[in-house]
C-alpha cells in the first residue's frame, strides 16, 4: 500500500456536531483526492451522498477562480487545499487554492516553461503526502514544498541529473509516493526510472533505460514484493520497489507514439492500454519475489484509451475507447455496451455515477450500468481555443474541473 488510505471522514470532520445537522448529512461520507486519479489512483471517490441526476444546466456552481496558469496538470485536494501546476510567462508554477472558496493561497515557480503546439505548460498532477505536495514540471523539475506554505523542501531536474531527454509532447507523470521515497520516470541510460529519498532528493536506486511515457505508475503487491507498474514509452514494467530489481516487462499494449492511461491492477491482475490504435491488454501475474511472470490473459482493440484511464467498477471498465464511451467485462473482455455520450474525454466514479468530462468542455453523469449507458445530466462550460484535457477530480462534496487558467467548482452534495 502506498502511504495513502481511504477514511470515512465524516465523523471525523463533523465530531458531535452532526446531532445538530439534518438527518441526511450524517449518512454522508466525505473523501480527499490527494494526487492524481484519487487516494487509490484508480479513478474512483468514497465519497457518498452526492447527487444521482443533475437538475437542468447542472449542479449549482459554488465557486469559479481564475489563475491556474497555462497547462493540463488536474488537482490533488487534500485538507482544504487544492494544488495544481500552471505556467505564466516563461516559468511553470505550482499553485494552492482555498477548496471551499477559490482563493489563490500561494504560488511558487517551478522551472521553466514547457512550449508545445498542443498546449504549453505542465501536464502532471501534484502528489500531496502528509503536509508536503511533490510536482513534476513538463520540463523534469521535480520539487518538494511544504503544502501550508509552499516553501520549497528541496528540487531536482530528473532529465539533468540523470541524462535523459525530454519528450514530444512534456513528461506528464504524476510522481509516486511512498513512505520514505518518490519513485519517476528520468528517462536517463541506465536511470529509466528512479527512486529519490523524500527527505532529500538523494538518489536511492535507477533501473531500466526506457524512455518515458505519459503515464503514472501505481502500487502493487504480487507473491510479497511491492510492485511500482509503470507504463513507459515502449512497454509496461513491474518493478520492486525497494532496490528498483525489474519482476517483469510486457510490450505489446505499447506504441510509439503515446503511452498515456494509467495501469489499473486489481489482485494479481494489471490492465493497460493505449490508443494509437494499439488496444488494451489484461495481465495476470504470478510466481514470487525471485521469480515473477506475466501472462496474457486477453488482448483486445475494442479499449483504446488516448489521454483518460478506464474505472474499474464491479466486475466491468468504463472508458473512452478513442471518442466512444465503452463497459467492458474486466475478465474476459467483452464489450457490454458503447455509447458517443459526451464525446471524447475523461472520467472518474463517484458514489454509483460516472463523471464525464468531454474535451469540448462538455460535463455529464451518468449510471455506472453495465446493461446499458443512462445519463442523469449534463452542462456545457464555455472554454477556449484549446481541449479540456484536465481531468474532474470529486472531493468533500465538490466536483472540481479546469480549463487551462480557469478552476470550477461544482456543489454536488444531496441536500
Given at each position: 500500500m502506498t502511504s495513502f488510505t481511504r477514511t470515512s471522514a465524516a465523523a471525523f470532520l463533523l465530531g458531535t456536531a452532526v446531532l445538530a445537522l439534518p438527518a441526511v448529512v450524517s449518512n454522508r461520507a466525505l473523501d480527499d483526492w490527494?494526487?492524481?486519479?484519487?487516494?487509490?489512483?484508480?479513478?474512483?471517490?468514497?465519497?457518498?451522498?452526492?447527487?444521482?441526476?443533475?437538475?437542468?444546466?447542472?449542479?449549482?456552481?459554488?465557486?469559479?477562480?481564475?489563475?491556474a496558469g497555462e497547462g493540463y496538470s488536474s488537482f490533488a485536494i487534500r485538507d482544504?487545499?487544492?494544488?495544481?501546476?500552471?505556467?505564466?510567462?516563461?516559468?511553470?508554477?505550482?499553485?494552492?487554492?482555498?477548496?471551499?472558496?477559490?482563493?489563490r493561497l500561494w504560488e511558487v515557480p517551478n522551472g521553466r516553461r514547457f512550449s508545445n503546439d498542443r498546449g504549453s505548460g505542465p501536464r502532471g498532477t501534484p502528489t500531496v503526502d502528509g503536509d508536503r505536495v511533490y510536482a513534476f514540471g513538463a520540463s523534469g523539475d521535480l520539487a518538494v514544498l511544504e503544502a501550508a506554505s509552499g516553501k520549497v523542501v528541496w528540487r531536482v531536474?530528473?532529465?539533468s541529473k540523470f541524462g535523459g531527454s525530454n519528450?514530444?509532447?512534456?513528461?506528464?507523470?504524476s510522481p509516486l509516493v511512498l513512505e520514505d521515497r518518490v519513485l519517476v520516470q528520468a528517462g536517463g541510460r541506465g536511470a529509466g526510472i528512479v527512486a529519490l529519498r523524500k527527505t532529500d532528493g538523494?538518489?536511492?536506486?535507477?533501473s531500466q533505460g526506457d524512455e518515458p511515457g505519459y503515464s503514472s505508475a501505481v502500487l502493487q503487491e504480487i507473491g510479497g514484493v511491492r510492485q511500482a507498474v509503470f507504463f513507459t514509452a515502449e512497454r509496461a514494467v513491474g518493478l520492486d520497489v525497494n532496490d528498483g530489481r525489474l519482476l517483469w516487462s510486457y510490450d505489446r499494449v505499447a506504441n510509439r507514439t503515446a503511452n498515456i492511461a494509467t495501469p489499473i491492477v486489481r489482485g494479481n491482475h494489471v490492465f493497460l492500454s493505449s490508443d494509437y490504435g494499439t488496444g488494451a491488454a489484461?495481465?495476470?501475474?504470478?510466481?514470487?519475489?525471485?521469480n515473477v511472470t506475466a501472462r496474457q490473459v486477453y488482448f483486445t482493440h475494442e479499449m483504446r484509451n488516448h489521454h483518460?484511464?478506464?474505472?474499474?467498477?464491479?466486475?466491468?471498465?468504463?472508458?473512452?475507447?478513442?471518442?466512444?464511451?465503452?463497459?467492458?467485462?474486466?475478465?474476459?473482455?467483452?464489450?457490454?455496451?458503447?455509447?458517443?455520450?459526451?464525446?471524447?474525454?475523461s472520467l472518474i466514479f463517484a458514489d454509483e455515477r460516472l463523471y464525464l468530462f468531454s474535451e469540448n468542455g462538455v460535463v455529464g453523469l451518468a449510471e455506472a450500468n453495465p446493461k446499458e449507458y443512462r445519463e442523469h445530466g449534463r452542462f456545457q462550460l464555455q472554454t477556449g481555443n484549446l481541449p479540456t484535457w484536465s481531468h474532474p477530480a470529486v472531493a468533500n462534496?465538490?466536483?472540481y474541473l479546469r480549463d487551462q487558467d480557469t478552476i470550477y467548482a461544482y456543489d454536488i452534495a444531496a441536500r
Open positions: 490527494p494526487q492524481w486519479r484519487g487516494s487509490d489512483r484508480d479513478g474512483t471517490s468514497a465519497e457518498k451522498g452526492l447527487l444521482k441526476t443533475w437538475p437542468a444546466g447542472g449542479p449549482p456552481q459554488a465557486w469559479q477562480a481564475k489563475g482544504g487545499r487544492l494544488f495544481t501546476l500552471g505556467a505564466r510567462d516563461g516559468n511553470e508554477h505550482v499553485v494552492a487554492f482555498d477548496a471551499a472558496g477559490g482563493k531536474n530528473v532529465l519528450i514530444r509532447w512534456g513528461l506528464s507523470e538523494a538518489e536511492i536506486w535507477r489484461l495481465l495476470e501475474l504470478s510466481g514470487s519475489a525471485g483518460a484511464s478506464s474505472v474499474l467498477v464491479g466486475q466491468h471498465l468504463y472508458g473512452f475507447s478513442s471518442s466512444i464511451l465503452t463497459a467492458m467485462q474486466f475478465d474476459t473482455g467483452t464489450v457490454a455496451w458503447r455509447h458517443r455520450t459526451v464525446g471524447k474525454g462534496g465538490k466536483l
